[in-house]
């Protein structure tokens, strides 16, 4: 396809196809979104397409100019859209008259501004409409002004929505899936800027473009970057070391130290099963891993196995029992160390955190320090992902994957990017399929596309106990490796970390840990999101970090960030400053990796573990 005469209709339809394929995948990952469960097919077999449904109006397709004009006393005359909202809820939805009254006239004054203008309407700001190509194109800047118009009556719907925080948060983010999707943007016939780009290009960003699109069907899900540029343990995850020890879970790393003396008590990390370990060892510029190894720690991290069908029938207490508390010990073994200082990161602290619990249980305490980054063990502040939870989702997971199974990696990822859709998902559309675009290497996209598979019975039990019923921080209500959980006996200092931007582990959510340890604390929040508010080397310089002194943590974060102090730049050397008097004295670092042939070096780092694809 070189010439801009060939006709578009078969790549407008192979795109279109393919955002229905996302929309698939998305309902796929979140089959049982509220309102969804309450529409199974017959036998108790579970439409796919449920949950997406309730983002769409009954005609099922998005359309790039959004709802109907509404008529007077018609309740908004929206077809389609009480249903929306219904699906959304979960029940039947109300809405407040005398805001839906006021919706209506806003409405239907703004709707005839917008005509008054006709085609010299502007759209208002908005990136996706800002290149040169929309404002010239009178047409294209009608529709997205239209568009931007019924997307604000929406969200002002959804706003009006009666009910519980959760209902109204349900069907908040359901209208903004639906507002997003249908975003004339995302379609090559009302994409101005797209269109602009084939004709100058001679068709050739159309050909690219459908290229992009054959190639990530292939690989199956949407490019967020060139992945042909990066491979693991050549320029991601490349701080030297060797494996030490493994099972069917896990490989230990001990890492090549880089100082003549190091601490006496050695640094175990446990990252998240959910994602893979390297996110915390990107580039040597910004690796966490290379920075502990800079200070003077003997290091030592877990790298999970991405779980296959051998694996499927692994459950929570066996990546406690099998896996961290085992890390622990062989941590142990190797250094010769009493006493170990550990950090879990995300889902890897909450792991860390039962370990910590059961050992305690057992009148155990091998570790010296914990520290948890953006973890959440008080399940009551979950942010957006509360959406997601009810009886009826867990119940169906429990279903599903209770006794065996594997929840796919690419369901998870997909669910993740669906959190902010424009950023994660139609952004690349748009870019890779419309305009015909690469996307640039970025490492850290790189590791949010290298998905890691979930061993069914871990993933039901941990919805249940955390998300839905938050048992973790009810003395003794959970059971974990046999051992009644209570963090009252988990005394050991900690040092917690929030990011304040965090739409994963909200900054309420880190902080709640603060009321759960009842030894010493010290809690820091940064600045930006889940990821980027951890990776956030002190060369760069960037962002900022809050501290507050205080040896008192009051039961709500705002409390807590009224008398906090901002220092700028990264947190990592508060970090390294708290840890440093807990690591003991300095001893001559080892010249060998492990301890002889119980814990030889099996492989170089970063093992064989983290390359294998889900």
């Known amino acids: 396809m070189t010439s801009g005469k060939t006709p578009q209709q078969p790549w407008l339809e192979a795109a279109q196809q393919f955002q229905q394929n996302l929309i698939a995948q998305w309902s796929h990952a979140a ?65 407040d008259p005398a805001k839906l009254l006021e919706i209506q006239n806003t409405y239907m004054k703004d709707v005839a501004g917008l005509w008054n203008q006709g085609l010299d309407a502007k759209p208002q700001a908005d990136r996706r409409f800002a290149s040169e190509a929309w404002a010239s194109n009178p047409v294209a800047a009608f529709s ?45 016939a009302f994409n101005a800027e797209a269109q602009k780009m084939a004709l100058e290009s001679k068709g050739e960003s159309i050909a690219k473009g459908m290229a992009n699109l054959l ?30 020890f493994e099972n069917e879970l896990f490989q230990l790393i001990e890492y090549k130290p880089l100082t003549a003396k190091v601490y006496e008590r050695p640094f175990l990390l446990v990252p998240p099963c959910i994602n893979k370990f390297y996110i915390l060892d990107l580039q040597p510029a910004n690796s966490l891993i290379r920075y502990c190894v800079e200070q003077g720690h003997r290091t030592f991290v877990v790298s999970w196995r991405n779980p296959d069908e051998s694996l499927a029938h692994k459950t929570w207490d066996d990546y406690i029992e099998d896996a961290v508390i085992k890390a622990i010990g062989v941590t142990q073994d190797i250094t010769g160390a009493e006493t170990i200082n550990a950090l879990g990161f995300c889902v890897g602290g909450t792991m860390l955190s039962n370990a910590l619990a059961v050992l305690a249980a057992r009148g155990e305490e091998p570790v010296h320090s914990a520290t948890f980054l953006t973890t959440l063990i008080d399940f009551t502040d979950t942010g957006i992902l509360d959406v997601f939870i009810d009886e009826p989702f867990v119940k169906m997971r429990e279903m599903q994957f209770g006794q065996g199974g594997l929840m796919s990696g690419r ?204």
């Not at 100019?65 to 029940?91: I, L, S, Y």
């Not at 199956?220 to 050549?234: I, L």
Request: overall charge positive; proline content about 7%.
């Open 411 to 614: 369901d998870l990822a997909t669910t993740f990017s669906f959190l902010r859709p424009n950023d994660l998902v139609w952004n690349y559309v748009v870019g890779n399929y419309l305009k015909g675009e690469s996307p640039p290497p970025f490492d850290l996209l790189y590791w949010n596309s290298d998905a890691t598979n979930l061993p069914g019975p871990y993933y039901a039990w941990y919805l249940r106990q955390t998300y839905l019923e938050n048992n973790l921080v009810k003395p003794g209500k959970t059971t974990v490796c046999g051992e009644k959980i209570d963090f009252r006996q988990v005394k050991l200092p900690v040092y917690i970390y929030g990011s304040r931007e965090d739409h994963i582990v909200p900054i309420g959510g880190a902080y709640a840990s603060t009321q759960v340890f009842p030894g010493k604390k010290r809690f820091v929040m940064g600045a930006s999101g889940h990821i980027a508010g951890v990776i956030n080397p002190p060369a760069a310089g960037k962002r900022s970090h809050w501290v507050n002194n205080a040896t008192k943590f009051p039961a709500d974060v705002n409390d807590w960030i009224a008398s906090a102090t901002e220092h700028k730049g990264s947190w990592w050397t508060d970090w390294a400053n708290w840890l440093k008097p807990l690591a003991g004295k300095q001893i001559a670092a080892p010249k060998t990796y492990g301890k002889g042939k119980t814990y030889a070096a099996i492989e170089p780092a970063p093992g064989r573990y983290v390359k294998a694809k889900a």
């Open 31 to 95: 089959q049982a979104f509220p309102g969804a469960a309450s529409q199974a097919a017959p036998q108790g077999a579970t439409d796919p397409f449920a949950a997406f449904k309730a983002f769409m109006p009954q005609s099922g397709a998005a359309h790039p100019f959004g709802m109907a004009m509404p008529q007077v006393g018609a309740g908004m005359g929206m077809a389609g859209m009480g249903d929306m909202f219904n699906q959304a809820a979960g029940q039947k939805v109300h809405f």
């Open 215 to 244: 190639h990530d069907m292939k690989q199956g899900h949407v490019s967020m970057t060139d992945e042909s540029v990066f491979e693991v343990g050549k320029n991601v995850a490349t701080t030297e070391g060797a494996v030490v």
């Open 144 to 188: 997205a002004a239209a568009y931007l118009l019924n997307a604000r009556t929406l969200m002002a719907l959804a706003d009006a929505v009666e009910g519980d925080a959760k209902t109204r948060t349900r069907v908040r983010f359901a209208v903004q899936q639906w507002i997003d999707a249908s975003a004339p943007s995302n379609f090559l």
